[in-house]
């Protein structure tokens, strides 16, 4: 079972994924992509570290190459945060480049939903601003777009959202 | 409490007018006596770090309209952050407490909880 998990940031992604997780089979893995380089990373870290105590997480960080992580135990539950950042690092701080981050990121995905019997994957919506963004920033909305609809595509359940609510786009809602 | 959500131009203030409520109960962006707060992002922005504190306030309001905010780039700048990740989860905030969330998609509002 992969599900997609989309919306703003702060919208109650993260908390929906975890309540998602926690009643999916074990062992419960959380895949952390942000690498933290300042105090603000670290706080936000911390804060999501909060939310997961005591809900039984083993957590494994993974900034790049999801496509060959190997969880320590096939099936049980896996959540995947975020898309986002880890299509920016395969961008920035992938130190091997023949693989274009899009084919990378879904990948990864591919990899860890053969790994489990429940994926969950959070991503959010970059593309909503249509801002005159640099060259580079465009890039990486286009990448990122493109990995959120193979990954929707891919998914069994995809849910969007907003304030708190979610809002199913694909599959039943539960 | 009815909380409506939309992006910015996405119909939120019409929704209003067809719920009966006119410029005069509107409030743009400050807390006062009027029935409505809207622009909710407008009051968060102005001070982050006090967005939780709004929470009593906007729970005695009859309705509150706020621009979705957090769908874009990361901002550069730390206040754009910080302003818009606190939109974000006061909203969810508001959500969780509200009689009715509607959202505002091209005009058209759907009732997402009540």
Redesign the interface.
């Known amino acids: 079972m992969l599900i997609l998990l989309t919306?703003?940031?702060?919208?109650?992604k993260s908390?929906y994924g975890e309540k998602l997780a926690v009643q999916g089979p074990k062992p419960l893995y959380y895949i952390a992509a942000m690498q933290p380089y300042d105090d603000?990373c670290l706080k936000k870290i911390a804060r999501h570290r909060e939310l997961r105590r005591d809900k039984g997480f083993e957590t494994i960080e993974r900034y790049t190459s999801v496509d060959t992580l190997q969880l320590p135990q096939k099936g049980g539950t896996a959540l995947l945060e975020c898309l986002?950042n880890l299509t920016a690092n395969e961008m920035y701080i992938q130190p091997e480049k023949p693989m274009d981050p899009v084919e990378r990121v879904v990948a990864g995905v591919e990899n860890l939903r053969q790994q489990t019997d429940t994926l969950i994957v959070i991503t959010?919506?970059?593309?909503?601003?249509n801002?005159a963004?640099s060259e580079e920033?465009r890039a990486?909305?286009r990448y990122l777009g493109e990995i959120n609809a193979q990954v929707a595509a891919m998914a069994d359940r995809v849910y969007e959202l907003?304030?708190?609510?979610p809002?199913c786009l694909k599959g039943e809602t539960v | 409490m009815i909380l409506i959500i939309g992006g910015a131009a996405s119909g939120k203030r019409t929704y209003l007018e067809s719920l009966g409520y006119g410029p005069q109960d509107m409030a743009d962006g400050v807390l006062d006596e009027k029935k409505v707060l809207y622009g909710l992002e407008k009051l968060v922005a102005a001070d982050p770090e006090r967005a939780e504190a709004l929470l009593p306030a906007l729970l005695k309001k009859e309705a509150v309209a706020c621009s979705e905010v957090g769908s874009g780039v990361i901002p550069v700048r730390y206040e754009q952050r910080r302003a818009r990740e606190a939109t974000g989860r006061l909203c969810v905030q508001l959500a969780a407490r509200a009689e009715k969330v509607v959202r505002l998609l091209a005009g058209i509002p759907t009732v997402i909880k009540g």
Do not use: M
């Not at chain 1, 919306?7 to 109650?12: E, P, Q, T, V, W």
């Not at chain 1, 907003?162 to 609510?165: E, P, Q, R, S």
């Open positions: 919306g703003g940031s702060a919208c109650g908390s603000e986002c959010n919506d970059v593309g909503s601003d801002e963004y920033t990486y909305i907003v304030a708190g609510i809002l």
